[in-house]
Structure formats: structure tokens, C-alpha cells
């Protein structure tokens, strides 16, 4: 099988059900970005040593998978989805326990740190770009409110689990200095 068909030269795409939209349609963007949040979390698991969330990463990277799909397809009902309570609650569940380990949050702090806490940091902006792709396409043409939801918590499960990468690596969070406090 060709990995290339052609068909996108023009700069259009097929959806799952056959429809043709171009490539910058808010639905391709929201799945498109959604698909590139799962390849940041898939680079932040690559980190196997001092990285206890890995098998939680590839968990997260199915259901994104689940939730891209759906995206893709203009055929799919916004009020059903692949993304459940329980999906949602077992992220607030992650959120919790990284919170409780680490120190209280006093100030605004930077991406950084170690590297699984930069890679978790960059997977988080990555995410938030796709929320707000989802939002838009909420707004044009429906989107499941699951996703939506889990998008947001997920943003920060992966700030809550990069601060704690950089506790568990003895790095201290990077404080923001704004130039007026300087």
C-alpha cells in the first residue's frame, strides 16, 4: 500500500465518510492537533527512566486516538463520544495526587525544568492549541462536550505531572521574573 494517494495536492482531505474539505477546515485542524498532542505525549514516554506515568501516557494516547477519530468524522452525533465520566474523573484523579506531591504553586512559573518536565510542559501548550481548535469547531459545526472537558483536564494533568518530573529530578520549578520586578 502507498502511503500517498495524491488526492491532497490541491490542498483538500478527505473526511471519514468520503467528504472533501480543505486542509485548514476547522475540523482538520481540531483533529490535526489533537494528532500532534498524541505524538508530544508520545515523546514525552519515550522517557522511561524517572517518567512513572509512561503506561498512563499510552492510555491517555488511546483515548485521544478514539477522540481524533470522531473529530474526523462530519457524520459523528457531537453529543455522544469516545471520551466518558470516567475518562474525565481519572484524570482529575492524576491531578490530585501530583498535586498533593508537590509544593504549593505561589507564583507563575516557566516551561522548563528537566527534560521529561520540559517535554510534559511542551505536550501541555500543545494540548491547549488543540482545545481551542475544538472550541472553534464546537462553535461551526458541534463537538463533543466530552472531548472538550478532557482536553482541559488534560492540560492540567500534564502541568501538574511536569512540575512533578522536575521535583522527582531535584530540579526546582523556573520562576517567571517580569521585567517591572526586576
Known amino acids: ?37 498524541n505524538a508530544a505525549l508520545g515523546w514525552s514516554a519515550v522517557i522511561r527512566e524517572g517518567n512513572p506515568w509512561a503506561e498512563r501516557i499510552e492510555t491517555i494516547q488511546n483515548r485521544l486516538f478514539d477522540a481524533g477519530a470522531q473529530l474526523a468524522d462530519p457524520r459523528a452525533d457531537a453529543s455522544t463520544s469516545p471520551i466518558n ?14 498535586v498533593a506531591e508537590t509544593s504549593p504553586l505561589n507564583q507563575f512559573i516557566l516551561p522548563g525544568g528537566c527534560e521529561l518536565g520540559a517535554r510534559l510542559h511542551l505536550a501541555r501548550t500543545v494540548c491547549r492549541r488543540a482545545e481551542r481548535s475544538v472550541v472553534t ?46
Open 137 to 182: 469547531l464546537a462553535r461551526v459545526e458541534g463537538a463533543p462536550e466530552a472531548v472538550l472537558i478532557y482536553l482541559n483536564r488534560l492540560a492540567d494533568l500534564l502541568f501538574a505531572w511536569a512540575r512533578r518530573a522536575n521535583n522527582l529530578a531535584g530540579v526546582a520549578d523556573v520562576v517567571w521574573r517580569s521585567r517591572k520586578s526586576s
Open 1 to 37: 500500500m502507498r502511503l500517498y494517494t495524491g488526492s491532497g495536492d490541491k490542498g483538500e482531505t478527505g473526511l471519514i465518510g468520503g467528504k472533501r474539505v480543505p486542509k485548514d477546515h476547522a475540523r482538520v485542524n481540531a483533529y490535526g492537533d489533537v494528532d500532534e498532542l
Open 85 to 98: 465520566e470516567s475518562d474525565i474523573k481519572t484524570l482529575e484523579g492524576w491531578i490530585d495526587a501530583a
